[in-house]
C-alpha cells in the first residue's frame, strides 16, 4: 500500500489549502471501492495513521483509504462562519477529486464513510443526507446526537458550536434523528455504529439506537467494554473493516486450499 499526502488549492468551498492522506493499493488492478475515514475534533488528517495500525488492517484489501482534514468543523456548512463549507467541500470538492485521481469505482456503491467521535457524527450524517453518494457509515463512538446541544449559552464551547450550527439544531439539516425519519426506508445507507460502555458518549448512541428500533429502520449497533481513546479505535476499526468491505463488496478472500493427507 501506498501512504500518500495531499494538498489541495484554497479555491474550494472552504476557502483556503486543505489536506488529506489516502492508502492506495499498490500492485492490484483496480478500480477500488473508497472509503472516507474521518478524525475526531482534537485531531486532523493524520491521525488515524499515527495512532492506529490502519495500513497494515487494510494492506491486502483491494481499497482506498481517504482521510480528509476537517478541522474542527463538523464536517458541516457552518450557519455562523463565512467559507467554512466542509459538508460541500468533502462531499463535492474532494470527492469529485478523489475519483478524477484515483482508479475508484465512482458510484455510491463504491463509496463509505466512518470515523470517530465528530468524525463518527460527520460519517452518518453525510451519508444519510447523501444516500446517493455513499452506499454505508460507520461511527465509533460518535457524538450522534448534536440535536440535545441547544443554543443560548455564553461559554466558549457553546459559542463555536453555535457559529456551526446556529442556536438550535434539533429537527434541523443537521440532525441525524430527523433526517432518518424524514427519508424513506430504502434510500438510506447500511448504517452500522459501536461505543464503549465507559465512553462518555455512549447515551448518545444507545438514544439513536433507540430512535432507529423505533423507526425500523435496519442498522447494527454494539457497545464493547473501552473508553473515549485510540486503545478502543484502534481494536474496533479491525472490527468494522469486514463490514464495510462487505458493504462496499469487496469479496472475501479465497479459501486456502485443502491440503490432502
Not at 500500500?1 to 476557502?15: K, P, Q, T, V
Not at 483556503?16 to 488528517?45: C, T
Not at 464551547?157 to 430527523?178: C, M, P, Q, V
Request: hydrophobic share 40%; proline share 7%.
Amino acid at each position: 500500500m501506498a501512504l500518500i499526502d495531499i494538498s489541495l488549492r484554497g479555491s474550494n468551498a472552504i476557502g483556503r489549502m486543505s489536506q488529506f492522506k489516502a492508502i492506495v493499493p499498490e500492485g492490484k488492478k483496480g478500480p477500488f471501492p473508497v472509503l472516507y475515514l474521518l478524525h475526531g475534533l482534537s485531531d486532523d488528517h493524520t491521525a488515524w495513521t499515527a495512532r492506529t495500525s490502519l495500513e497494515r488492517y487494510v494492506e491486502s484489501m483491494p481499497l482506498i483509504v481517504v482521510m480528509p482534514n476537517g478541522h474542527r468543523s463538523w464536517y458541516t456548512n457552518a450557519a455562523g462562519k463565512p467559507n467554512e463549507n466542509f459538508e460541500t467541500y468533502i462531499v463535492s470538492e474532494l470527492v469529485s477529486f478523489v475519483d478524477a485521481t484515483f482508479p475508484t469505482i465512482p458510484t455510491a456503491q463504491g463509496r463509505a464513510l466512518a470515523g470517530l467521535s465528530m468524525g463518527g457524527y460527520g460519517a452518518v450524517k453525510l451519508a444519510v443526507k447523501n444516500p446517493d453518494l455513499f452506499c454505508a457509515a460507520h461511527s465509533f463512538s460518535g457524538a450522534l446526537d448534536m440535536a440535545s446541544r441547544q443554543g443560548g449559552a455564553e461559554d466558549a464551547w457553546s459559542r463555536e458550536l453555535n457559529l456551526i450550527f446556529g442556536n438550535h439544531l434539533t429537527d434541523g439539516t443537521e440532525d441525524i434523528f430527523a433526517i432518518v425519519k424524514n427519508t424513506p426506508k430504502p434510500a438510506l445507507p447500511a448504517i452500522s455504529f459501536d461505543c464503549g460502555i465507559d465512553d462518555f458518549l455512549i447515551e448518545h448512541n444507545r438514544k439513536l439506537h433507540a430512535h432507529l428500533d423505533k423507526l425500523d429502520i435496519a442498522h447494527i449497533y454494539q457497545e464493547y467494554p473501552g473508553d473515549h481513546n485510540w486503545q478502543y479505535w484502534d481494536l474496533h476499526i479491525q472490527d468494522a473493516l469486514p463490514w464495510i468491505a462487505k458493504q462496499l463488496g469487496i469479496a472475501d478472500p479465497p479459501a486456502e486450499p485443502a491440503v490432502e493427507e
